[in-house]
């Protein structure tokens, strides 16, 4: 990339069409060549490149017999990156019998292609080949020496002085060229960066009238040669500052001036002989993580704010070539009137702005103009001297996806909240604590050994620059302009806080134990303060802060490993928002707007369902407008989700306007639990309250008390908490029947009996029916008096914390409550199937069904006699079974006449008593009185 190969086509084409000759003859043979070019891209396709060839060859066929028409396929190397694969059809193109289907009637016509990497053999043995080589030390210095003293041009002081460093220079990029692979892919530093960097060396010393000093080599050096953070590149060119002066005179290379100089020294000018000659610095690419150099612009003021900001869509239908058309048409409106555009997500579009990243402009009219393509079309546009441009890209997205012709042809900054404040040792200090302070957060220790869990499992999304965003964000916050000595450690512990509310549940459960142990009580009382622990908790929690009957506008942006809200939790949410402002007697009305970003095909369907739901409610300031946006999958979305939020930031600072604004717009993004770190950011910056709630519903949804209180509670305390009345949920057992419905299938399943079917029919019959609740009370004092009697680790007030260090607890539920609610009812599960076997021996639960009274009222008092039921072996499972084995020995060996409650038990202690008397002569007229002082006598 950079070897000239567009410029040399454009010079042989003008040669030829101005007459030029050699030696007296023409360069060709012809009188004139008609170049038909086309811009390729990975969305190139075979049909235009066919109708590109029928176009050409309609030229040839009507032109004079000494002219020339040539297809020219510029960047054909992208066009192998298409899944149409559209290059196959030049195997048939390119062949002088066409008789393919592709091959097209008419005059043969000429083929050019430019690529910056050989195409496979198929197509490239069908032409000649002619490939450039590597370039030596010496094609640079002769390539540079002519840059800064062009032929017919005599030397002035400046150019002499730069001269003899010209070959350590050569030799400097030449190491770099051969060292970048290391840490980058091939050709990311080309041949422009060392042109650009040879230029902008004599421009600054010609600007600042000096000789080359260290100042303004260090400067160059970093404009040219960065995006990098792993390689220092002015240690390869240390060579190069040996005999140079170190003088204050140049330019500053901090990372906001690099920045800031390459957007406003959009020209650099100086005079030779009476004219002005200008030096055009390259366009800026910035490299960040998940595009925060967005945010770092707005709030830093590097760029003007009235720049324009073209951010590209990642709804699926928004790659066509009708988009393109639509950002290309921006594009050129801005170009004319000399603004600064900033292009990001706009991958499919780049290759179309070749033109415009060279700076290949002409003068016509008094105007500088450029040609931007598509595919074959082509269209002339001017621009204003003023206009600069700026691509924002993911790191990671540049290294993996960006062609190495488009990173050259920019110059390449990083732009994080780090390298911004590289030159704050106080800031990298708090950055550094914070992270200290994460680490301690995430690691467990255990008779094992430390259990270092990843920082984005703790604290959803959590990227390498997070710690350094929230803090730079916290201090906007506060309103400081600055980090210093006076207010660091307020910034540091408010930024604990903010980044506390991406924190997991599970993480702050593990907190006793994790190596933060010393404040664990302190971060958890801080984290539940958040109100997390539902949606509805942290609507009316911001309810509380900000009344919603202000005229107000809040954006969220909510993580969730649970699924996402249905029709009827929309509906359940309603009611919770409402008997929750009852009790807190706060009065106003709201509506909750509830929308699916994967619904959408889109960019414009999206804002357009917005505004519709926004324009429905405009005139009603007193109502809070709550618009729920929902994604799945968040980590396979992160585009389309950075587009929408986007969109809403546009869309809120046009409210912003207006006088009658009372919006709420949420972000909900349900994110999967994944083995590797995800590129997905949770934290979204300044403009937005970034929380993860865990599960969107009310804790009671999952049978479970809310979490801070069912983490300090026993299994026991749990299965018997008592719900507030203001959930109407019916009479006190409703949750415990619940719990037991749901277990009972399971307990079934893992019985050997024939009567489980039976059972499940009897049990949820006693669950459901009130009716039957006098029984359904018994079965829940068993199960909670068993628990009670529990006294290992799974059912202590530890029970929560062993239940999420299991390893496989996010893999098999995706959120803690189900984790919890799961492990509740494991606990139970055991002891109900052995309280069924116990009050159904003999097909005793068919008795409830009785219409004696009396039967009635003798079963519900035997089933509390613990002297006639053994529950020993639930208690302690070491324990045998041996009542219940017995019972069912005794159930198949004589027909039970099911007539009296518990018979086979009563049967059971009555064949005790007796064979205790028999076997003793002093009591053996004692059996009445003994029998008669037992529960059934």
């Excluded at 937005?688 to 519903?697: G, P, T």
């Amino acid at each position: 990339p950079g070897s000239s190969k567009s410029l040399a086509k454009s010079i042989i084409s003008h040669s030829i069409n101005a007459g030029l000759c050699v030696d007296g003859n023409s360069i060709t043979g012809c009188d004139n060549v008609y170049m038909q070019c086309y811009q390729c891209s990975q969305y190139t396709t075979s049909q235009g490149i066919v109708d590109l060839f029928n176009k050409t060859r309609t030229i040839q066929r009507e032109s004079a017999a000494h002219s020339l028409a040539c297809v020219v396929l510029d960047e054909v190397g992208l066009a192998e990156d298409s899944t149409n694969l559209p290059l196959k059809v030049l195997h048939s193109l390119l062949e002088d019998s066409a008789t393919s289907e592709y091959s097209l009637k008419g005059p043969n016509v000429a083929f050019l292609g430019l690529s910056n990497w050989a195409l496979d053999p198929a197509k490239m043995n069908r032409g000649i080949m002619v490939q450039l080589e590597d370039p030596t030390i010496d094609e640079l210095t002769e390539t540079a020496l002519a840059l800064i003293q062009p032929p017919g041009r005599a030397p002035d002081s400046y150019s002499e002085n730069i001269t003899p460093h010209i070959q350590n220079l050569s030799r400097a990029y030449l190491n770099l060229f051969n060292k970048q692979s290391t840490y980058v892919k091939k050709d990311y530093f080309g041949l422009r960066d060392f042109y650009y960097f040879i230029k902008m060396l004599y421009s600054l010393c010609h600007g600042y009238e000096t000789p080359l000093n260290k100042r303004i080599m260090l400067h160059a050096i970093k404009r040219n040669f960065g995006g990098i953070v792993e390689m220092d590149v002015s240690d390869i060119f240390r060579e190069c500052f040996t005999g140079l002066d170190d003088t204050k005179i140049g330019p500053l290379s901090t990372p906001t001036e690099l920045i800031r100089v390459s957007i406003e020294r959009h020209l650099s000018t100086y005079s030779y002989n009476g004219n002005l000659i200008f030096e055009r610095s390259r366009y800026l690419l910035l490299l960040t993580e998940n595009l925060v150099a967005l945010d770092i612009i707005s709030q830093s003021q590097i760029v003007s704010n009235k720049s324009k900001i073209i951010f590209g869509s990642s709804f699926p239908l928004d790659k066509e070539s009708f988009n393109i058309c639509h950002y290309i048409n921006d594009i050129k409106r801005y170009m004319e009137t000399g603004e600064v555009v900033i292009l990001t997500n706009l991958s499919n579009l780049y290759e179309s702005l070749y033109e415009i990243m060279n700076q290949s402009y002409y003068s016509l009219l008094g105007k500088y103009w450029v040609s931007i393509g598509i595919g074959s079309h082509r269209v002339e546009c001017p621009v204003d001297p003023k206009f600069r441009l700026v691509v924002i890209a993911d790191k990671n997205t540049v290294s993996d996806e960006f062609p190495p012709p488009l990173i050259n042809r920019l110059e390449k900054h990083i732009l994080t909240v780090s390298t911004l404040q590289t030159d704050n040792p106080i800031f990298e200090e708090i950055v550094n604590k914070l992270s200290n302070w994460i680490n301690d957060f995430t690691t467990v220790d255990t008779q094992e050994g430390p259990i270092r869990y990843r920082e984005d499992e703790c604290f959803v999304g959590l990227q390498e620059d997070t710690t350094a965003l929230v803090i730079y964000s916290t201090m906007s916050l506060l309103g400081f302009n600055c980090i210093d000595e006076s207010n660091a450690n307020k910034i540091l512990e408010e930024s604990k806080l903010r980044i506390l509310r991406l924190a997991t549940p599970d993480s702050i459960l593990r907190l006793r134990k994790s190596r933060l142990n010393y404040e664990s009580e302190f971060v958890s009382k801080n984290y539940f303060s958040f109100k997390l622990s539902s949606l509805a908790d942290y609507l009316i929690e911001s309810f509380r802060i900000q009344p919603a009957d202000t005229q107000s506008l809040n954006q969220s942006f909510i993580t969730t490993r649970s699924s996402l809200l249905t029709t009827n939790d929309i509906s359940e949410l309603t009611n919770d928002l409402k008997e929750a402002m009852e009790l807190s007697n706060v009065r106003f009305d709201f509506v909750i707007q509830n929308i699916f970003l994967n619904q959408f095909n889109t960019e414009k369907e999206f804002v357009s369902t917005i505004k519709s739901d926004i324009y429905s409610h405009r005139l009603d300031c007193n109502t809070k407008v709550i618009i729920l946006i929902q994604c799945e999958e968040g980590n396979t979305n992160c585009d389309v989700i950075s587009c929408a939020k986007f969109k809403i930031v546009e869309i809120v600072n046009e409210l912003k306007r207006c006088v009658n604004s009372n919006f709420s717009f949420i972000f909900i993004v349900r994110l999967l639990v994944t083995e590797h770190k995800s590129r997905f950011a949770g934290f979204c910056g300044l403009e937005w309250d970034s929380v993860h709630i865990d599960e969107l519903r009310q804790p009671h949804y999952n049978l479970l008390p809310p979490l801070n209180i069912a983490f300090n509670l026993t299994v026991a305390e749990v299965f018997d908490y008592k719900f507030p009345v203001m959930l109407g949920l019916g009479e006190e057992n409703s949750f415990k029947k619940t719990r037991l419905q749901r277990c009972v299938q399971t307990v079934v399943s893992n019985s050997t009996t024939d009567r489980g079917p039976r059972r499940v029919e009897l049990l949820s019959m006693i669950v459901s029916n009130p009716e039957y609740s006098d029984f359904a009370h018994i079965f829940c004092e068993r199960i909670f008096l068993l628990l009670k009697q529990k006294t290992t680790v799974e059912y202590s007030c530890e029970w929560s914390l062993h239940s999420v260090l299991r390893d496989n607890h996010q893999a098999l539920f995706p959120t803690i409550m189900n984790c919890l609610s799961h492990s509740i009812d494991k606990a139970i599960e055991p002891l109900l199937g052995g309280i069924l076997e116990l009050f159904d021996a003999g097909s005793n639960l068919e008795l409830i069904n009785s219409n004696d009274k009396g039967i009635l009222q003798v079963w519900k008092i035997l089933s509390r006699d613990e002297n006639l039921l053994d529950f020993t072996f639930l208690v302690n499972p070491k324990l045998p079974n041996s009542s219940v084995t017995y019972l069912n020995e005794l159930t198949g060996s004589f027909r039970v006449t099911n007539s009296f409650p518990f018979f086979l038990h009563v049967y059971q202690q009555v064949t005790r008593i007796y064979e205790e008397i028999s076997n003793n002569i002093g009591k053996q007229n004692c059996f009445e009185g003994i029998f008669n002082e037992t529960t059934f006598g």
